[in-house]
């Protein structure tokens, strides 16, 4: 639930970070800083370098992703400066989407989509805000349904331990009634 909380607060950041100044982000743990531009390029297929990424947004779209002022932003994607790290990796976020460029090698496959859509490389749909926030509550509801799962097993089992009882008490009943009927027979005979 953790690694979702994460995921939740980095996807609720970028849907608000053309409205918000951007934070400086410290690395994650066991973060490999030369593989921040190292994603894939959504065309070619291939490994995007810094000048790709920087290509693929305008100006207006780097100083609002990163929060700098007009000049910073020249200068980097002319190539005078070069772009800081944590820059780099919210660039990267915004240009391909992908969250391993910000949260690590565990959240590869993941990406963001342009409307603020949440992808699970193993899902087609994209997650919406609302659906991420609603998961909480539907684990609860998962947990109450087993509750109830395991407590209709419970009936089940116990009305078919019943149903056991009855049968054999209607075949003793039956073997009893047919021995008594030979018996009745046998006095009521002619002799």
């Known amino acids: 639930m953790r690694g979702m909380a994460v995921i939740l607060a980095l996807w609720l950041a970028l849907v608000a970070l053309a409205s ?3 934070d400086p982000v410290n690395p994650p743990p066991g973060f490999d800083s030369q593989r921040v531009l190292a994603r894939l390029n959504p065309k070619t297929g291939g490994v995007m370098d810094s000048g790709e990424v920087l290509a693929a947004v305008s100006v207006a779209e780097l100083i609002s992703i990163t929060a700098v002022n007009e000049t910073t932003a020249r200068r980097w994607k002319s190539g005078r400066a070069q772009i800081p790290t944590a820059a780099a990796r919210l660039v990267a976020l915004y240009t391909v ?5 910000l949260a690590g090698p565990d959240w590869d496959g993941w990406t963001i989509t342009r409307d603020g859509r949440l992808q699970s490389p193993r899902w087609r749909r994209a997650f919406t805000r609302w659906e991420i926030e609603e998961l909480p509550n539907l684990h609860g509801q998962r947990a109450a349904f087993d509750v109830e799962r395991r407590q209709l097993q419970r009936d089940m089992r116990q009305a ?32």
């Open 160 to 191: 078919h331990d019943e149903l056991d009882a009855q049968k054999k008490r209607a075949a003793f009943y039956r073997a009893q009634l047919v021995t008594e009927a030979r018996i009745g027979l046998a006095f009521l005979a002619p002799r």
């Open 97 to 101: 989407g992908d969250l391993a460029s």
């Open 20 to 22: 918000r100044r951007a």
